[in-house]
RNA sequence: GGCGGCAUGGCCAAGUGGUAAGGCAGAGGACUGCAAAUCCUUUAUCCCCGGUUCGAAUCCGGGUGCCGCCUCCA
Protein backbone atom coordinates (compact mmCIF):
# COMPACT_ATOMS: atom_id res chain seq x y z
CA UNK A 1 0.00 0.00 0.00
CA UNK A 2 1.67 3.44 -1.04
CA UNK A 3 2.08 5.59 1.92
CA UNK A 4 -0.36 8.73 2.02
CA UNK A 5 0.99 12.14 1.92
CA UNK A 6 0.22 15.51 2.26
CA UNK A 7 0.47 18.62 -0.38
CA UNK A 8 -0.03 22.26 -1.10
CA UNK A 9 -2.19 22.98 -3.75
CA UNK A 10 -2.01 26.13 -5.62
CA UNK A 11 -5.76 25.98 -6.41
CA UNK A 12 -7.14 25.99 -2.76
CA UNK A 13 -3.84 27.45 -1.61
CA UNK A 14 -3.67 25.01 1.42
CA UNK A 15 -1.84 21.35 2.25
CA UNK A 16 -4.38 18.96 1.07
CA UNK A 17 -4.49 15.39 1.99
CA UNK A 18 -3.82 13.20 -1.49
CA UNK A 19 -6.02 11.33 -3.14
CA UNK A 20 -5.65 9.66 -6.49
CA UNK A 21 -7.54 9.31 -9.33
CA UNK A 22 -6.71 5.66 -9.17
CA UNK A 23 -6.01 3.59 -6.72
CA UNK A 24 -2.20 3.63 -5.68
CA UNK A 25 -1.36 5.81 -8.58
CA UNK A 26 -0.17 8.80 -9.78
CA UNK A 27 -0.21 10.42 -12.94
CA UNK A 28 1.95 13.35 -12.75
CA UNK A 29 2.73 16.21 -15.81
CA UNK A 30 5.24 18.57 -15.41
CA UNK A 31 5.85 21.55 -17.73
CA UNK A 32 9.18 21.06 -18.96
CA UNK A 33 11.53 23.06 -21.46
CA UNK A 34 11.13 25.33 -24.68
CA UNK A 35 14.30 23.88 -26.30
CA UNK A 36 15.79 27.08 -28.07
CA UNK A 37 18.89 27.56 -25.12
CA UNK A 38 20.74 25.46 -22.86
CA UNK A 39 19.12 25.45 -19.89
CA UNK A 40 19.94 27.40 -16.57
CA UNK A 41 19.94 26.80 -13.08
CA UNK A 42 16.58 27.83 -12.39
CA UNK A 43 15.19 25.43 -14.99
CA UNK A 44 17.53 23.07 -12.77
CA UNK A 45 15.62 23.25 -10.07
CA UNK A 46 12.51 22.51 -11.40
CA UNK A 47 13.64 19.51 -12.88
CA UNK A 48 15.33 18.85 -9.68
CA UNK A 49 12.09 18.74 -7.52
CA UNK A 50 10.34 17.40 -9.24
CA UNK A 51 12.54 14.65 -9.77
CA UNK A 52 12.94 13.90 -6.25
CA UNK A 53 9.62 14.03 -5.93
CA UNK A 54 8.45 10.91 -7.66
CA UNK A 55 11.30 9.05 -6.82
CA UNK A 56 10.09 9.55 -3.12
CA UNK A 57 6.74 8.88 -4.58
CA UNK A 58 8.36 5.61 -5.91
CA UNK A 59 10.22 4.65 -2.86
CA UNK A 60 6.91 5.32 -0.82
CA UNK A 61 5.30 2.42 -3.21
CA UNK A 62 3.19 4.65 -5.66
CA UNK A 63 2.76 3.96 -9.29
CA UNK A 64 3.82 7.08 -10.79
CA UNK A 65 3.29 7.94 -14.66
CA UNK A 66 5.63 11.01 -14.96
CA UNK A 67 5.03 13.11 -18.18
CA UNK A 68 7.52 16.01 -18.89
CA UNK A 69 7.26 17.69 -22.45
CA UNK A 70 9.23 19.74 -24.90
CA UNK A 71 8.13 22.57 -26.66
CA UNK A 72 9.69 22.51 -29.66
CA UNK A 73 7.37 24.74 -31.74
CA UNK A 74 7.17 28.09 -30.51
CA UNK A 75 8.13 32.01 -31.58
CA UNK A 76 10.96 31.71 -29.73
CA UNK A 77 12.52 28.91 -31.11
CA UNK A 78 11.90 30.21 -34.74
CA UNK A 79 12.89 33.32 -33.78
CA UNK A 80 16.60 31.97 -33.18
CA UNK A 81 16.53 29.33 -35.96
CA UNK A 82 15.94 31.69 -38.19
CA UNK A 83 19.01 34.02 -36.78
CA UNK A 84 21.29 30.85 -37.07
CA UNK A 85 19.59 29.96 -40.48
CA UNK A 86 18.31 26.65 -39.53
CA UNK A 87 15.36 24.97 -39.59
CA UNK A 88 13.36 25.11 -36.51
CA UNK A 89 12.63 21.87 -35.08
CA UNK A 90 15.89 20.55 -35.94
CA UNK A 91 17.39 23.39 -33.94
CA UNK A 92 14.84 22.15 -31.24
CA UNK A 93 16.22 18.60 -31.67
CA UNK A 94 19.80 19.82 -30.91
CA UNK A 95 18.55 21.75 -27.64
CA UNK A 96 16.69 18.32 -26.34
CA UNK A 97 20.12 16.40 -27.30
CA UNK A 98 21.97 19.38 -24.57
CA UNK A 99 18.90 18.88 -21.90
CA UNK A 100 19.38 15.31 -21.76
CA UNK A 101 22.76 15.65 -21.46
CA UNK A 102 22.19 18.15 -18.55
CA UNK A 103 19.64 16.48 -17.04
CA UNK A 104 21.67 13.03 -17.07
CA UNK A 105 24.12 14.62 -16.12
CA UNK A 106 22.65 16.37 -12.74
CA UNK A 107 21.21 12.58 -11.95
CA UNK A 108 17.92 12.93 -13.02
CA UNK A 109 15.80 9.92 -13.93
CA UNK A 110 14.05 10.44 -17.61
CA UNK A 111 10.12 10.72 -16.94
CA UNK A 112 7.70 7.81 -18.70
CA UNK A 113 7.37 10.20 -21.57
CA UNK A 114 8.43 12.97 -22.64
CA UNK A 115 6.27 14.46 -25.69
CA UNK A 116 6.59 16.99 -28.12
CA UNK A 117 4.69 18.88 -29.65
CA UNK A 118 5.85 18.08 -33.05
CA UNK A 119 4.69 15.07 -32.63
CA UNK A 120 1.46 15.95 -31.09
CA UNK A 121 -0.52 17.72 -33.81
CA UNK A 122 -3.17 15.36 -34.73
CA UNK A 123 -3.88 15.45 -30.50
CA UNK A 124 -3.56 19.10 -30.36
CA UNK A 125 -5.55 19.71 -33.70
CA UNK A 126 -8.51 17.11 -32.39
CA UNK A 127 -8.61 19.55 -29.26
CA UNK A 128 -8.96 22.25 -30.80
CA UNK A 129 -11.71 21.11 -33.31
CA UNK A 130 -13.56 19.72 -29.96
CA UNK A 131 -13.84 22.98 -28.76
CA UNK A 132 -14.22 25.30 -31.81
CA UNK A 133 -17.69 22.71 -32.38
CA UNK A 134 -18.73 23.27 -28.86
CA UNK A 135 -18.77 26.90 -29.26
CA UNK A 136 -15.86 27.41 -26.88
CA UNK A 137 -13.34 28.96 -29.72
CA UNK A 138 -13.71 30.44 -32.77
CA UNK A 139 -11.43 30.75 -36.30
CA UNK A 140 -10.68 33.92 -37.72
CA UNK A 141 -8.54 34.10 -40.72
CA UNK A 142 -6.55 30.52 -40.50
CA UNK A 143 -6.01 31.69 -36.51
CA UNK A 144 -8.55 29.57 -34.10
CA UNK A 145 -8.90 31.70 -30.49
CA UNK A 146 -9.97 30.57 -27.51
CA UNK A 147 -12.82 32.64 -26.30
CA UNK A 148 -12.43 33.37 -22.38
CA UNK A 149 -15.89 34.19 -21.76
CA UNK A 150 -17.08 30.84 -22.77
CA UNK A 151 -15.44 29.25 -19.62
CA UNK A 152 -17.17 31.12 -16.45
CA UNK A 153 -14.67 29.69 -14.18
CA UNK A 154 -11.67 31.23 -16.23
CA UNK A 155 -9.23 32.66 -13.08
CA UNK A 156 -9.97 30.19 -10.58
CA UNK A 157 -6.10 28.83 -10.77
CA UNK A 158 -4.53 32.36 -10.52
CA UNK A 159 -7.14 34.24 -8.86
CA UNK A 160 -7.42 36.85 -11.83
CA UNK A 161 -10.65 38.94 -12.73
CA UNK A 162 -10.40 39.01 -16.81
CA UNK A 163 -12.20 42.39 -16.63
CA UNK A 164 -8.84 43.63 -14.40
CA UNK A 165 -5.97 42.11 -16.90
CA UNK A 166 -4.15 44.71 -18.54
CA UNK A 167 -4.73 43.97 -22.48
CA UNK A 168 -1.98 45.89 -24.20
CA UNK A 169 -2.05 43.97 -27.56
CA UNK A 170 -4.98 45.05 -30.09
CA UNK A 171 -4.52 41.92 -32.26
CA UNK A 172 -7.58 41.83 -35.85
CA UNK A 173 -9.92 38.68 -35.12
CA UNK A 174 -9.92 38.43 -31.71
CA UNK A 175 -12.71 39.26 -30.14
CA UNK A 176 -12.21 39.79 -26.36
CA UNK A 177 -8.10 40.96 -25.24
CA UNK A 178 -7.90 37.80 -22.72
CA UNK A 179 -8.79 35.42 -25.48
CA UNK A 180 -5.37 33.21 -26.95
CA UNK A 181 -4.54 31.19 -29.84
CA UNK A 182 -5.05 27.94 -30.03
CA UNK A 183 -3.63 27.65 -33.97
CA UNK A 184 -1.25 30.05 -35.38
CA UNK A 185 -2.34 30.62 -39.36
CA UNK A 186 0.97 30.14 -41.25
CA UNK A 187 3.05 33.34 -41.20
CA UNK A 188 6.26 33.39 -44.15
CA UNK A 189 9.66 31.99 -42.62
CA UNK A 190 7.63 29.38 -40.13
CA UNK A 191 6.96 25.93 -40.02
CA UNK A 192 3.28 24.87 -40.39
CA UNK A 193 1.28 21.48 -40.75
CA UNK A 194 -2.25 21.14 -42.27
CA UNK A 195 -5.13 21.92 -40.47
CA UNK A 196 -9.48 22.22 -40.86
CA UNK A 197 -8.55 25.77 -40.29
CA UNK A 198 -5.48 25.84 -42.62
CA UNK A 199 -2.09 25.80 -42.66
CA UNK A 200 -0.33 26.76 -39.59
CA UNK A 201 1.07 26.01 -35.87
CA UNK A 202 -0.27 25.28 -32.68
CA UNK A 203 -0.47 28.11 -29.81
CA UNK A 204 1.21 27.69 -26.31
CA UNK A 205 -1.05 27.02 -23.85
CA UNK A 206 -3.03 23.69 -26.13
CA UNK A 207 -0.06 21.63 -25.99
CA UNK A 208 -0.11 20.83 -22.47
CA UNK A 209 -3.39 20.04 -22.35
CA UNK A 210 -3.00 17.66 -25.49
CA UNK A 211 -0.19 15.96 -24.58
CA UNK A 212 -1.49 15.55 -20.80
CA UNK A 213 -4.74 13.91 -21.91
CA UNK A 214 -2.63 11.78 -24.56
CA UNK A 215 0.19 10.19 -21.71
CA UNK A 216 -2.62 10.54 -18.58
CA UNK A 217 -5.68 11.08 -18.75
CA UNK A 218 -8.60 13.56 -18.73
CA UNK A 219 -7.73 14.15 -15.19
CA UNK A 220 -4.60 14.57 -13.80
CA UNK A 221 -3.52 13.69 -10.36
CA UNK A 222 -0.42 16.74 -10.44
CA UNK A 223 0.23 19.18 -12.71
CA UNK A 224 3.69 20.69 -11.60
CA UNK A 225 5.86 23.81 -13.00
CA UNK A 226 7.25 26.79 -12.21
CA UNK A 227 5.31 29.40 -10.68
CA UNK A 228 5.54 31.85 -13.22
CA UNK A 229 3.37 29.46 -15.02
CA UNK A 230 0.53 30.38 -13.18
CA UNK A 231 -1.06 32.71 -15.22
CA UNK A 232 -1.72 32.74 -17.86
CA UNK A 233 -0.35 28.93 -19.20
CA UNK A 234 -1.77 27.11 -16.44
CA UNK A 235 -5.36 28.57 -16.11
CA UNK A 236 -5.86 28.79 -20.18
CA UNK A 237 -4.84 24.85 -19.93
CA UNK A 238 -7.70 24.64 -17.56
CA UNK A 239 -10.00 26.62 -19.38
CA UNK A 240 -8.94 24.22 -22.76
CA UNK A 241 -8.52 20.65 -20.85
CA UNK A 242 -12.24 21.17 -19.33
CA UNK A 243 -14.36 22.79 -21.96
CA UNK A 244 -13.17 20.43 -24.18
CA UNK A 245 -13.56 17.74 -22.15
CA UNK A 246 -16.16 18.07 -18.97
CA UNK A 247 -13.81 16.82 -16.77
CA UNK A 248 -11.69 18.30 -14.03
CA UNK A 249 -8.58 18.90 -15.37
CA UNK A 250 -6.05 18.59 -12.67
CA UNK A 251 -6.89 17.74 -8.76
CA UNK A 252 -3.46 19.18 -7.18
CA UNK A 253 -1.50 22.26 -9.04
CA UNK A 254 2.00 22.02 -7.46
CA UNK A 255 4.33 25.21 -8.39
CA UNK A 256 8.09 25.47 -7.62
CA UNK A 257 9.75 28.96 -6.43
CA UNK A 258 12.04 30.77 -8.76
CA UNK A 259 15.57 31.43 -8.13
CA UNK A 260 16.02 34.51 -7.14
CA UNK A 261 19.92 36.74 -7.50
CA UNK A 262 20.48 38.06 -4.16
CA UNK A 263 19.87 41.50 -5.27
CA UNK A 264 16.13 40.19 -5.15
CA UNK A 265 15.70 39.89 -8.93
CA UNK A 266 14.35 36.37 -10.77
CA UNK A 267 16.60 34.71 -12.63
CA UNK A 268 15.46 34.52 -16.26
CA UNK A 269 17.11 34.80 -20.06
CA UNK A 270 15.05 38.26 -20.20
CA UNK A 271 17.18 40.11 -17.23
CA UNK A 272 20.05 38.08 -19.07
CA UNK A 273 21.88 37.27 -15.73
CA UNK A 274 21.34 33.20 -15.98
CA UNK A 275 24.23 30.78 -15.19
CA UNK A 276 24.00 27.71 -17.20
CA UNK A 277 23.50 24.00 -15.50
CA UNK A 278 26.00 22.93 -18.02
CA UNK A 279 29.10 25.71 -16.62
CA UNK A 280 27.89 25.35 -13.13
CA UNK A 281 28.64 21.85 -13.52
CA UNK A 282 31.96 22.11 -14.61
CA UNK A 283 33.04 23.61 -11.62
CA UNK A 284 31.09 21.75 -8.54
CA UNK A 285 29.73 18.32 -8.40
CA UNK A 286 25.73 17.52 -9.36
CA UNK A 287 25.09 16.59 -6.51
CA UNK A 288 26.04 20.19 -4.82
CA UNK A 289 23.49 21.38 -7.40
CA UNK A 290 20.86 18.83 -5.67
CA UNK A 291 21.56 19.67 -2.01
CA UNK A 292 21.46 23.35 -3.18
CA UNK A 293 17.80 23.04 -4.38
CA UNK A 294 16.56 20.35 -1.92
CA UNK A 295 17.81 22.66 1.23
CA UNK A 296 14.95 24.92 0.96
CA UNK A 297 11.61 24.47 0.56
CA UNK A 298 10.40 23.76 -2.93
CA UNK A 299 8.22 26.86 -3.14
CA UNK A 300 10.08 29.24 -1.24
CA UNK A 301 12.37 31.81 -3.14
CA UNK A 302 15.93 30.53 -3.38
CA UNK A 303 18.71 33.05 -3.35
CA UNK A 304 21.47 32.41 -6.15
CA UNK A 305 25.00 34.22 -5.39
CA UNK A 306 28.54 33.06 -5.68
CA UNK A 307 28.22 31.67 -2.54
CA UNK A 308 25.69 29.26 -3.17
CA UNK A 309 27.45 26.09 -4.78
CA UNK A 310 30.38 26.74 -2.67
CA UNK A 311 28.53 26.62 0.31
CA UNK A 312 26.35 23.38 -0.73
CA UNK A 313 29.44 21.54 -1.32
CA UNK A 314 30.65 22.22 1.92
CA UNK A 315 27.87 20.35 3.66
CA UNK A 316 27.52 17.80 1.34
CA UNK A 317 31.16 17.56 2.28
CA UNK A 318 30.62 16.82 5.10
CA UNK A 319 27.63 14.25 4.80
CA UNK A 320 30.25 12.40 3.11
CA UNK A 321 32.83 12.15 5.68
CA UNK A 322 30.59 10.96 8.15
CA UNK A 323 29.28 8.02 6.14
CA UNK A 324 32.92 7.29 5.26
CA UNK A 325 33.32 7.34 9.17
CA UNK A 326 30.09 5.42 9.99
CA UNK A 327 31.50 2.69 7.62
CA UNK A 328 35.17 2.59 8.65
CA UNK A 329 33.55 1.19 12.02
CA UNK A 330 33.74 -2.45 12.20
CA UNK A 331 32.65 -4.64 15.11
CA UNK A 332 30.15 -7.28 15.40
CA UNK A 333 29.08 -7.24 19.40
CA UNK A 334 25.17 -6.97 19.83
CA UNK A 335 24.18 -3.54 19.89
CA UNK A 336 23.66 -3.20 23.55
CA UNK A 337 26.82 -4.56 24.25
CA UNK A 338 28.37 -1.58 22.37
CA UNK A 339 26.39 1.20 23.89
CA UNK A 340 27.35 0.14 27.38
CA UNK A 341 30.65 0.20 26.16
CA UNK A 342 31.25 3.54 24.46
CA UNK A 343 28.36 5.25 26.45
CA UNK A 344 26.17 7.69 25.78
CA UNK A 345 27.40 8.84 22.22
CA UNK A 346 26.95 5.07 20.79
CA UNK A 347 22.92 5.07 22.34
CA UNK A 348 22.56 8.34 20.27
CA UNK A 349 24.15 7.65 16.88
CA UNK A 350 21.72 4.19 16.88
CA UNK A 351 18.83 5.79 18.24
CA UNK A 352 18.64 8.99 15.81
CA UNK A 353 19.53 6.03 12.98
CA UNK A 354 16.89 4.15 13.85
CA UNK A 355 14.12 7.13 14.06
CA UNK A 356 15.74 8.62 10.69
CA UNK A 357 13.70 6.81 8.04
CA UNK A 358 9.97 7.64 9.87
CA UNK A 359 11.51 11.41 10.38
CA UNK A 360 12.18 12.09 6.66
CA UNK A 361 9.12 10.37 5.81
CA UNK A 362 7.57 12.54 7.93
CA UNK A 363 8.76 15.92 6.46
CA UNK A 364 8.46 14.52 2.93
CA UNK A 365 4.77 13.48 3.73
CA UNK A 366 4.18 16.94 4.79
CA UNK A 367 4.19 19.10 0.98
CA UNK A 368 7.25 17.49 0.55
CA UNK A 369 9.53 19.08 3.46
CA UNK A 370 13.00 18.41 1.83
CA UNK A 371 14.44 21.37 3.91
CA UNK A 372 13.21 19.36 7.22
CA UNK A 373 14.45 16.02 6.58
CA UNK A 374 17.87 17.29 5.25
CA UNK A 375 17.95 19.12 8.89
CA UNK A 376 17.25 15.24 10.13
CA UNK A 377 19.83 14.01 8.05
CA UNK A 378 22.86 16.76 9.08
CA UNK A 379 22.19 16.07 13.01
CA UNK A 380 22.32 12.29 12.16
CA UNK A 381 25.45 13.43 10.57
CA UNK A 382 27.27 14.79 13.46
CA UNK A 383 26.12 12.42 15.62
CA UNK A 384 27.94 9.66 13.63
CA UNK A 385 31.27 11.93 14.00
CA UNK A 386 30.74 12.71 17.63
CA UNK A 387 30.77 9.10 17.74
CA UNK A 388 33.78 8.59 15.67
CA UNK A 389 35.82 10.67 17.74
CA UNK A 390 35.72 8.01 20.23
CA UNK A 391 39.01 5.91 20.26
CA UNK A 392 37.11 2.44 20.31
CA UNK A 393 34.94 3.43 17.76
CA UNK A 394 36.57 2.05 14.72
CA UNK A 395 37.27 -1.22 16.19
CA UNK A 396 33.90 -1.67 18.05
CA UNK A 397 30.94 0.75 16.43
CA UNK A 398 30.09 -1.09 13.23
CA UNK A 399 26.49 -2.41 14.54
CA UNK A 400 25.64 1.15 16.56
CA UNK A 401 25.96 2.84 12.95
CA UNK A 402 24.47 0.38 10.85
CA UNK A 403 20.92 1.77 11.19
CA UNK A 404 23.01 5.45 9.75
CA UNK A 405 24.30 3.71 6.73
CA UNK A 406 20.56 2.41 5.73
CA UNK A 407 19.69 5.87 6.31
CA UNK A 408 21.88 7.33 4.02
CA UNK A 409 21.19 4.61 1.29
CA UNK A 410 17.72 5.75 1.77
CA UNK A 411 18.93 9.60 1.09
CA UNK A 412 20.36 8.48 -1.88
CA UNK A 413 17.36 6.66 -2.99
CA UNK A 414 14.79 9.60 -2.15
CA UNK A 415 17.00 12.67 -2.86
CA UNK A 416 19.70 11.61 -4.93
CA UNK A 417 22.31 12.59 -2.29
CA UNK A 418 25.07 10.38 -1.34
CA UNK A 419 24.59 8.55 -4.06
CA UNK A 420 28.30 7.96 -4.95
CA UNK A 421 31.07 6.61 -3.56
CA UNK A 422 33.48 8.52 -1.56
CA UNK A 423 35.91 7.64 -3.74
CA UNK A 424 34.21 8.98 -6.69
CA UNK A 425 32.77 12.38 -4.89
CA UNK A 426 36.36 13.36 -3.60
CA UNK A 427 37.54 12.90 -6.69
CA UNK A 428 35.25 14.46 -8.73
CA UNK A 429 35.12 17.61 -6.25
CA UNK A 430 39.12 17.52 -7.11
CA UNK A 431 38.84 17.01 -10.91
CA UNK A 432 36.26 20.10 -11.16
CA UNK A 433 37.70 22.34 -8.50
CA UNK A 434 41.26 22.28 -10.22
CA UNK A 435 39.94 22.61 -13.12
CA UNK A 436 37.96 26.21 -12.08
CA UNK A 437 40.39 27.35 -10.37
CA UNK A 438 43.36 26.59 -12.92
CA UNK A 439 45.49 24.61 -11.03
CA UNK A 440 47.06 21.16 -12.10
CA UNK A 441 47.11 18.26 -10.65
CA UNK A 442 50.48 17.50 -11.27
CA UNK A 443 51.60 20.65 -9.45
CA UNK A 444 49.70 19.88 -6.40
CA UNK A 445 51.31 16.36 -6.27
CA UNK A 446 54.47 17.33 -6.73
CA UNK A 447 54.58 19.75 -3.91
CA UNK A 448 52.67 17.06 -1.66
CA UNK A 449 55.81 14.92 -2.72
CA UNK A 450 57.86 17.56 -1.45
CA UNK A 451 56.78 18.28 1.41
CA UNK A 452 56.48 14.49 2.40
CA UNK A 453 60.00 14.24 1.99
CA UNK A 454 60.81 17.91 4.16
CA UNK A 455 58.14 15.95 6.85
CA UNK A 456 60.14 12.59 6.90
CA UNK A 457 63.16 15.18 7.79
CA UNK A 458 61.57 16.63 10.28
CA UNK A 459 62.05 19.94 7.93
CA UNK A 460 59.10 21.80 9.80
CA UNK A 461 60.40 24.81 8.50
CA UNK A 462 60.52 23.67 4.54
CA UNK A 463 56.78 21.74 5.49
CA UNK A 464 54.96 24.26 6.45
CA UNK A 465 56.12 26.66 3.54
CA UNK A 466 54.76 24.45 1.35
CA UNK A 467 51.57 23.87 3.11
CA UNK A 468 50.94 27.71 2.85
CA UNK A 469 52.42 27.47 -0.89
CA UNK A 470 49.03 24.80 -1.48
CA UNK A 471 46.75 27.03 1.02
CA UNK A 472 47.15 30.13 -1.65
CA UNK A 473 46.08 27.52 -4.45
CA UNK A 474 42.97 26.26 -2.04
CA UNK A 475 44.54 23.16 -1.22
CA UNK A 476 43.64 22.00 2.07
CA UNK A 477 46.87 19.35 3.26
CA UNK A 478 45.42 16.43 5.85
CA UNK A 479 48.39 15.07 7.66
CA UNK A 480 46.92 11.56 9.05
CA UNK A 481 49.09 9.04 10.73
CA UNK A 482 48.87 6.70 7.12
CA UNK A 483 51.00 9.46 5.28
CA UNK A 484 49.26 13.51 3.67
CA UNK A 485 46.16 13.52 1.55
CA UNK A 486 44.74 16.46 0.39
CA UNK A 487 41.49 18.42 -0.59
CA UNK A 488 40.33 21.34 -2.41
CA UNK A 489 38.88 24.24 0.16
CA UNK A 490 35.37 24.26 -0.62
CA UNK A 491 34.58 27.68 0.78
CA UNK A 492 36.43 30.75 0.59
CA UNK A 493 37.73 32.26 3.68
CA UNK A 494 35.67 35.20 4.03
C1' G B 1 -4.05 49.46 -11.26
C1' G B 2 -5.46 43.93 -10.41
C1' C B 3 -3.99 38.97 -8.43
C1' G B 4 -0.75 36.02 -5.41
C1' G B 5 3.27 35.20 -2.06
C1' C B 6 7.08 36.29 1.54
C1' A B 7 9.27 38.89 6.10
C1' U B 8 12.92 33.90 11.73
C1' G B 9 20.26 35.01 14.78
C1' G B 10 26.14 37.97 10.51
C1' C B 11 24.25 35.03 5.92
C1' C B 12 20.98 30.88 4.18
C1' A B 13 16.90 28.20 6.27
C1' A B 14 13.11 24.58 8.95
C1' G B 15 9.15 25.08 12.11
C1' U B 16 1.94 27.07 11.35
C1' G B 17 -0.95 27.38 18.94
C1' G B 18 2.76 25.22 24.16
C1' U B 19 8.56 29.10 25.38
C1' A B 20 12.86 28.54 18.27
C1' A B 21 15.79 22.11 13.53
C1' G B 22 19.83 22.32 10.35
C1' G B 23 23.78 24.56 7.32
C1' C B 24 27.50 28.46 6.20
C1' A B 25 30.52 32.16 8.45
C1' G B 26 32.78 34.08 13.37
C1' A B 27 34.86 33.37 18.55
C1' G B 28 36.85 30.04 22.44
C1' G B 29 38.33 24.94 23.67
C1' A B 30 39.81 19.48 22.65
C1' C B 31 42.87 17.06 18.95
C1' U B 32 47.61 18.14 15.80
C1' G B 33 54.99 19.09 15.08
C1' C B 34 51.92 23.16 12.89
C1' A B 35 47.43 22.55 10.34
C1' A B 36 42.95 20.39 8.15
C1' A B 37 38.78 17.41 9.24
C1' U B 38 35.88 16.21 13.43
C1' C B 39 33.77 17.07 18.26
C1' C B 40 32.38 20.52 22.46
C1' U B 41 30.91 25.56 23.94
C1' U B 42 28.99 30.26 22.13
C1' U B 43 25.24 34.35 19.23
C1' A B 44 17.26 35.04 18.22
C1' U B 45 11.91 38.13 23.11
C1' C B 46 10.85 35.02 15.07
C1' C B 47 9.43 43.20 10.60
C1' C B 48 6.04 46.89 13.52
C1' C B 49 1.23 47.98 16.15
C1' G B 50 -3.21 46.10 18.04
C1' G B 51 -6.50 41.68 19.02
C1' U B 52 -8.06 36.33 20.21
C1' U B 53 -6.07 32.65 23.82
C1' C B 54 -4.11 30.07 30.11
C1' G B 55 -0.43 30.32 26.20
C1' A B 56 1.34 32.74 19.30
C1' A B 57 7.00 32.98 15.31
C1' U B 58 2.59 30.07 14.47
C1' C B 59 -4.62 32.49 14.34
C1' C B 60 -7.29 37.54 13.27
C1' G B 61 -7.07 43.04 11.94
C1' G B 62 -4.03 47.17 10.51
C1' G B 63 0.81 49.01 8.95
C1' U B 64 5.71 48.83 6.63
C1' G B 65 9.16 46.45 3.36
C1' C B 66 10.44 42.91 -0.47
C1' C B 67 9.25 39.51 -4.45
C1' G B 68 6.42 37.02 -8.43
C1' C B 69 2.46 37.15 -12.13
C1' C B 70 -0.87 40.22 -15.30
C1' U B 71 4.12 40.08 -22.43
C1' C B 72 8.05 34.94 -23.24
C1' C B 73 9.90 32.57 -18.85
C1' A B 74 10.96 26.56 -14.48
Known sequence: MPAPFRIYNTLSRTIEDFAPVKDGHVGIYVCGMTVYDHIHVGHA???????AFVRYLRHREWDVTFVRNFTDVDDKIIKRANEVGKDPVALAGEFIGHFHDDVGALGLANPDHEPKVSETIDGI??????????GHAYEQDGTVWYSVESFPEYGKLSGQ????????????????????ALWKAVKPGEPAWDSPWGPGRP???IECSAMSLGDIGETLDIHGGGLDLVFPHHENEIAQSEAANGKKYVNYWMHNGLL???SGQKMGKSLGNVINVRDALSQF????????YLQSHYRSPLPWGPEALPEALAMLGRLYEARENAEAMGGSEPVEQVISGLGEDAKKVFELGQGFTSRMYGALDSDFSTAQALGYLFELARAVNRLANHKKAKKRGGPVVAPALAAFASVAETLGLMAMSSADFMAEVKEKRLAAMG????????????RRQARADKDWGRADEIRNQLDEMNIVVMDRADGSDWKVRLVAAN
Do not use: C
Open 439 to 450: VSHDAVEQLLTD
Open 285 to 292: PAESLRLY
Open 125 to 134: QAMIGNLVNS
Open 161 to 180: KVEELRSPDEVPGKRAPADF
Open 45 to 51: RAMVVFD
Open 260 to 262: TMT
Open 203 to 205: GWH
